[in-house]
T-cell receptor, first 119, second 111 residues
Framework: AQKITQTQPGMFVQEKEAVTLDCTYDTSDPSYGLFWYKQPSSGEMIFLIYQGSYDQQNATEGRYSLNFQKARKSANLVISASQLGDSAMYFCAMREGLDRGSTLGRLYFGRGTQLTVWP | ETGVTQSPTHLIKTRGQQVTLRCSSQSGHNTVSWYQQALGQGPQFIFQYYREEENGRGNFPPRFSGLQFPNYSSELNVNALELDDSALYLC??????????FGSGTRLTVV
């Protein structure tokens, strides 16, 4: 089974509007972390936001927020007030079994969602 | 500006050849991971090094090997290149509390 599923190959949003990118995950480990990355055409993976499995509050970082629904195993990324520069590939990823402070552990990535922001 | 630098940025090799990709991370990043990202796919974990020793490996054959050096640089070596090895190779070093910092990658084309 896929560890991370992103069902939206592509999404379109008008500038200044909000957009939600979907991500579901599969793990039996009670301790895990969820990440979102942005990958522009240059190839670099840019870290956006992190949510730990034991975090009580949904994570927020500026215009990015993570809608974490643990029982549904979903971790959707919400981008508010979209900008043209937000156009990129977005990846959801998971690390199992370790807390945020750890530097060990592999990331499992989804297949990504290509976001296009239009004027 | 990313703290992880990868070289070269692009590379073309012939099937059967060997290739070495390099990664330099910031001082203090004692964990480095390598990922392969095929076109249109998400990155796939190759292996991770922690304090110069391999600390986990994905589903990649032994012809994929690596090294990590005391100066926080690392290498990914691929022997007997195959056409399917054509991909973007990403290096990531780990920062506690801030997730993984990725480099811009090396685009390898095998012809």
């Amino acid at each position: 089974a896929q560890k991370i599923t992103q069902t939206q190959p592509g999404m379109f949003v008008q500038e200044k509007e909000a957009v939600t990118l979907d991500c579901t995950y599969d793990t039996s480990d009670p301790s895990y972390g969820l990440f979102w990355y942005k990958q522009p055409s240059s190839g670099e993976m840019i870290f956006l936001i992190y949510q730990g499995s034991y975090d009580q509050q949904n994570a927020t970082e500026g215009r990015y927020s993570l809608n974490f629904q643990k029982a549904r195993k979903s971790a959707n990324l919400v981008i508010s007030a979209s900008q043209l520069g937000d156009s990129a590939m977005y990846f959801c990823a998971m690390r199992e079994g370790l807390d945020r402070g750890s530097t060990l552990g592999r990331l499992y990535f989804g297949r990504g969602t290509q976001l296009t922001v239009w004027p | 500006e990313t703290g992880v630098t990868q070289s070269p940025t692009h590379l073309i090799k012939t099937r059967g050849q060997q290739v070495t990709l390099r990664c330099s991370s910031q001082s203090g990043h004692n964990t480095v991971s390598w990922y392969q990202q095929a076109l249109g796919q998400g990155p796939q974990f190759i292996f991770q090094y922690y304090r110069e020793e391999e600390n986990g490996r994905g589903n990649f054959p032994p012809r994929f090997s690596g090294l990590q050096f005391p100066n926080y640089s690392s290498e990914l070596n691929v022997n007997a290149l195959e056409l399917d090895d054509s991909a973007l190779y990403l290096c990531a070093s780990s920062l506690p509390l801030e997730g993984y910092t990725f480099g811009s990658g090396t685009r390898l084309t095998v012809v």
